[in-house]
Nanobody
Framework: QVRLVESGGGLVQPGGSLRLSCAAS????????MGWYRQAPGKQRELVAG???????NYADSVKGRFTISRDNAKNTVYLQMNSLKPEDTAVYYC??????????????WGQGTQVTVSS
């Protein structure tokens, strides 16, 4: 059993900051890429940022220069630092991980999501 648990969402004013965390737990042999996605009401889920096992990163154009993704491999945790938040960043944010179970089975796992609301 593998779980991804997100934390750090909430309500913030425009221009503010939040830091999301996502911890993977269970019988994990290794974690390859990790990423953050978001889904706003009435819209499709979209990639916000991704990070490889070697810490190469990629970002959606809409968040470049404002968001930073990082990971702590010792803790099986990925972070998303979000600065200069805008109302259009409001969405449910989901963590995703491409990982390998101790059995050798490869999984693509999702967290349960955390709400981020940017509003005055």
């Amino acid at each position: 059993q593998v779980r991804l648990v997100e934390s750090g969402g909430g309500l913030v004013q425009p221009g503010g900051s939040l830091r999301l965390s996502c911890a993977a737990s269970g019988s994990i042999r290794s974690i390859n890429a990790m990423g953050w996605y978001r889904q706003a009401p009435g819209k499709q889920r979209e990639l916000v940022a991704g990070i490889t096992s070697g810490s190469s990163t990629n970002y959606a154009d809409s968040v470049k220069g404002r968001f930073t993704i990082s990971r702590d491999n010792a803790k099986n945790t990925v972070y998303l630092q979000m600065n200069s938040l805008k109302p259009e960043d409001t969405a449910v944010y989901y963590c995703n991980a491409d990982l390998v179970h101790y059995s050798g089975t490869r999984y693509n796992s999702w967290g349960q999501g955390t709400q981020v609301t940017v509003s005055s």
